[in-house]
Nanobody
Framework: QVQLVESGGGLVQPGGSLRLSCAAS????????MGWYRQAPGKERELVAQ???????YHADSVKGRFTISRDNGKKTVYLQMNSLKPEDTAVYYC?????????WGQGTQVTVSA
């Protein structure tokens, strides 16, 4: 099993920055396709960014150039640096990863972008 714990969410003004962290209970080198998803009220959950065990990254078009996913294998942590935040980035952000054919999810962290 894998436990994923997110932190770093909060309230920020438009144009501001936040860094989300996802701490895993086991080595993230053994967890494939670690990524960040988000779900806004009334909308479906969507993939925001993903990073493979080899470090290859993917960012959704809506966040490209503003968000950056990274990983620290030694700290068993994946990060999402979010800059130039917009009100439409408001959502619950979830960390996720796959291990032994099972996808695991964190509990989510709220990000609210508002003046």
């Amino acid at each position: 099993q894998v436990q994923l714990v997110e932190s770093g969410g909060g309230l920020v003004q438009p144009g501001g920055s936040l860094r989300l962290s996802c701490a895993a209970s086991r080595s993230i080198s053994s967890i494939s396709s670690m990524g960040w998803y988000r779900q806004a009220p009334g909308k479906e959950r969507e993939l925001v960014a993903q990073i493979t065990s080899s470090g290859t990254t993917y960012h959704a078009d809506s966040v490209k150039g503003r968000f950056t996913i990274s990983r620290d294998n030694g700290k068993k942590t994946v990060y999402l640096q979010m800059n130039s935040l917009k009100p439409e980035d408001t959502a619950v952000y979830y960390c996720s990863g796959a291990y032994v054919s099972t996808r695991y999810w964190g509990q989510g962290t709220q990000v609210t972008v508002s003046a």
